[in-house]
């Protein structure tokens, strides 16, 4: 168990539809990292958060958004969908604002897009 | 447990032998890259990590060679046991992004 936790653990919705995946980082975290990993693309970074604040940005699109919270939990939240959003998504937290740190990652979270 | 990749390339080791996954990353200004294990139905875990300015580095029971000449980063898991059967991926950072090879899985036989 890595410390990291994420909800729901299965969600399935219909094109066109909004989502919200939340992460609560491992105590004393202060990044919060976002990643999508899917069968044809495999694991992608999307984005980072520090603090609050945003970091660094890999490759989100533009339907996506995520915010970090003062309490420290982020949310990812995918708009618009589509078939090929379909994947799992993961949140990672890390002590530090560098990327460079280790990273420990939650269960993740599968989103099914019908 | 969850399937990462169906069509993965596989490495078929006897336990005890050792290991060597093999990853080629694109990017020449990558100048920090890390290995992570990913067993089914679980999020990736850290495995090791190098900079670029070192050829190899070495774990617990792990050692990861970096030839920059070629691009080439391995991971070699020495006396391999059942609970190394996972998918292994390397991944590249340059700037503010990290990019993940397709990953490894590794299959451990009695």
């Known amino acids: 168990d890595s410390g990291v936790t994420q909800t729901p653990k299965h969600l399935i919705t219909a094109t066109g539809q909004r989502v919200t995946l939340r992460c609560s980082p491992r105590?004393?975290?202060?990044?919060v990292y976002w990643y999508q990993q899917s069968l044809d693309q495999g694991l992608q970074f999307l984005i980072q958060y520090y603090n609050g604040e945003e970091r660094a940005k890999g490759n989100i699109l533009e339907r996506f958004s995520a915010q970090q919270f003062p309490d420290l939990h982020s949310e990812l939240n995918l708009s618009s969908l589509e078939l090929g959003d379909s994947a799992l998504y993961f949140c990672?937290?890390?002590?530090?604002?560098?990327?460079?740190?280790?990273?420990?990652f939650g269960p993740g979270t599968r989103l099914l897009v019908l | 447990g969850e399937s990462v990749g169906l069509h993965l390339p596989t490495l078929s080791v006897q336990e005890g032998d050792n290991s060597i996954i093999n990853c080629a990353y694109s990017?020449?200004?990558?100048?920090?890259f890390i290995w992570y294990k990913q067993e089914s139905g679980k999020g990736p875990q850290f495995i090791i990590d190098?900079?670029?300015?070192?050829d190899k580095r070495q774990g617990q029971r792990v050692t990861v060679l970096l030839n920059k000449t070629v691009k080439h980063l391995s991971l070699q898991i020495a006396a391999t046991q059942p609970g190394d059967s996972a998918v292994y991926f390397c991944a590249e950072n340059y700037g503010q992004n990290f990019v993940f090879g397709p990953g490894t899985r590794l299959s451990v036989l009695p």
């Open positions: 105590s004393g975290d202060l990044s």
């Open positions: 990672a937290s890390s002590v530090g604002w560098t990327i460079r740190e280790t990273q420990y």
């Open positions: 990017n020449s200004a990558s100048d920090y």
């Open positions: 190098i900079r670029s300015n070192m």
